[in-house]
């Protein structure tokens, strides 16, 4: 079978067009602190000034928006609980559309809350994830709603690729890119975009040590499952789902390394960001940050672009760590 090649770069363009009414651009600063560090000039793209917190609106809106006018008035769903489930229900109240987010009865009242705050209609489905997907794909069937994938999806990827054509725009000299890897729409969407105008710009992934479902999967070359974890990075956990079609490829082409994060490593990255750069985080935004941190990445590049994905974690956790090591915080004075 003669598999025709998805046109990504085209469709991040299209992208960009789509989404407009609902993704201003977002900002691009840099980082003193890091750059003075690394001897490079390091910046952040913060993805956290969307309106929803997270990258994750430009996938859903770029996706939800490339419906027909039939297949949106039979609404969208789906069973995601963090950022992508705030963008679906956010997208779809703005276009006044129907969107179920299923959920399983073991999913903490704090995610509930925040997805009704963005509009969305809950369904309480069984209590595993699996349970929730189930249900998903009943509505599908019975009812035709969408489902909005959370990064296996050419227009999600593409979606999240226009991240790659806002920073080509702000930063033409841009030499090096890190970018917090789970599921992968986000690498491969912003590498497909600058690898498409400059091939020599290095993407680097990051993600969780112990539970990368990406790392592993790239390693064998076929979609496997890893036991997930308690970190703060909660926003990378997740398998890439046994039937990948696009990212798993997309990411073995686009990415030139990966690092993986033990988790006193994320946590000292979210703590950088939080404390030093006065950047409201969540864990998984903060990995490239650590990664640098860490000394992990080799750069060979002058010009550094970290990828803040998003903010919507809680940090209770770092506030008390910070009142803790008082004696760091002495000889940091000295
Ligand atoms: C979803 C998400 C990621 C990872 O994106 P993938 O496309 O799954 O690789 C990183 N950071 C945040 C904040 C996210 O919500």
């Known amino acids: 079978m003669v598999q025709s090649e998805p046109k990504i770069p085209k469709k991040i363009w299209q992208a960009r067009q789509r989404i407009q009414p609902f993704v201003q651009k977002t900002p691009l600063i840099p980082s003193t602190i890091l750059s003075n560090l690394t001897n490079k000039k390091v910046y952040f793209k913060l993805e956290t ?9 430009r996938g859903a809106a770029n996706k939800i928006l490339s419906l027909s006018k039939e297949e949106q008035s039979k609404g969208v769903t789906t069973f995601s609980t963090g950022n992508h489930g705030l963008a679906v229900s956010y997208v779809a109240k703005a276009l006044g559309l129907k969107a179920v987010v299923c959920v399983s009865n073991r999913v903490p009242q704090e995610k509930i809350d925040a997805l009704a705050q963005f509009g969305a209609e809950l369904e309480i489905a069984g209590d595993s994830q699996d349970d ?24 999600v990827i593409a979606g999240q690729g226009t991240i790659g054509l806002e920073l080509l725009n702000d930063l033409p000299q841009v030499d090096h890119c890190i970018i917090p890897l789970s599921g992968g ?20 992934g990051v993600s969780i040590k112990g539970a990368s479902a990406m790392s592993e ?12 974890t308690d970190t703060l990075a909660d926003s990378l956990l997740g398998g890439i ?16 390394d990966l690092h993986l994060l033990t988790e006193p490593e994320i946590r000292r990255g979210m703590s950088h960001m939080v404390f030093k750069e006065q950047v409201m985080v969540e864990g998984a935004a903060a990995v490239g940050t650590a990664a640098l941190l860490e ?10 672009v970290l990828i803040v994905s998003g903010k919507n974690g809680d940090i209770s956790a770092l506030r008390e760590e910070q009142d803790q090591p008082l004696e760091d915080k002495k000889g940091a004075c000295l």
């Not at 794909?137 to 009812?143: D, G, I, P, Q, V």
């Not at 000394?295 to 550094?304: A, M, N, T």
């Open 49 to 57: 000034a969307n309106a929803i917190g997270a990258f994750k609106l």
């Open 132 to 155: 929730a997907g189930e249900r998903c794909r009943e509505l599908e069937s019975k009812y035709g709603m969408t489902i909005v994938p959370p990064f296996d999806d050419q227009e």
């Open 185 to 204: 729409g986000l690498l491969a969407g912003i590498g497909a975009a600058i690898k498409s105008v400059d091939p020599d710009v290095r993407i680097s």
């Open 217 to 228: 999967s790239l390693k064998k070359g076929y979609p496997v499952d890893v036991a997930e």
């Open 241 to 256: 789902g046994a039937h990948n079609q696009y990212t798993l490829r997309m990411v073995r082409e686009v990415m030139d």
């Open 295 to 304: 000394e992990k990445l080799e750069q060979p590049g002058e010009s550094i």
